[in-house]
Nanobody, 128 residues
Framework: QVQLVESGGGLVQPGGSLRLTCAAS????????IGWFRQAPGKERERIGC????????YTYDDGKGRFTVSTNNAKDTVYLQMHSLKPQDTAVYYC?????????????????????WGQGTQVTVSS
């Protein structure tokens, strides 16, 4: 059973920074690629970052490139999403997610909202 818990969301001004936390476990991070996703009202769920279990490589996609960074803690049981230069368009519910079993999700691949393993999400609101 994969359990993921997001935290760290809140209200931030445009141009500000925020760090989100995805609490997992050492075994989860050792065997499951973990992705960061977000979903704004009326929009599709969007991938924003990922960390690979096989080599520890991290990735940032699309609008987050140059602004968002994925990392882990020393204990390798937590995944962070560091966000800088936040814009109102970044307002969304942010989720960390992975597959139902090792190898079912890999960085760069697709993750179903229905069949993936997800945390409860954390709200990020960027507004002045």
């Amino acid at each position: 059973q994969v359990q993921l818990v997001e935290s760290g969301g809140g209200l931030v001004q445009p141009g500000g920074s925020l760090r989100l936390t995805c609490a997992a476990s050492r075994s989860t991070l050792a065997h499951y690629d973990i992705g960061w996703f977000r979903q704004a009202p009326g929009k599709e769920r969007e991938r924003i970052g990922c960390i690979s279990s096989s080599d520890g490589n991290t990735y940032t996609y699309d609008d987050g490139k140059g602004r968002f960074t994925v990392s882990t803690n020393n204990a390798k049981d937590t995944v962070y999403l560091q966000m800088h230069s936040l814009k109102p368009q970044d307002t969304a519910v942010y989720y960390c997610g992975t597959g139902r079993a090792p190898g079912h999700f890999r960085c760069g691949g697709l993750l179903s909202a229905r069949f993936g393993s997800w945390g409860q999400g954390t709200q990020v609101t960027v507004s002045s």
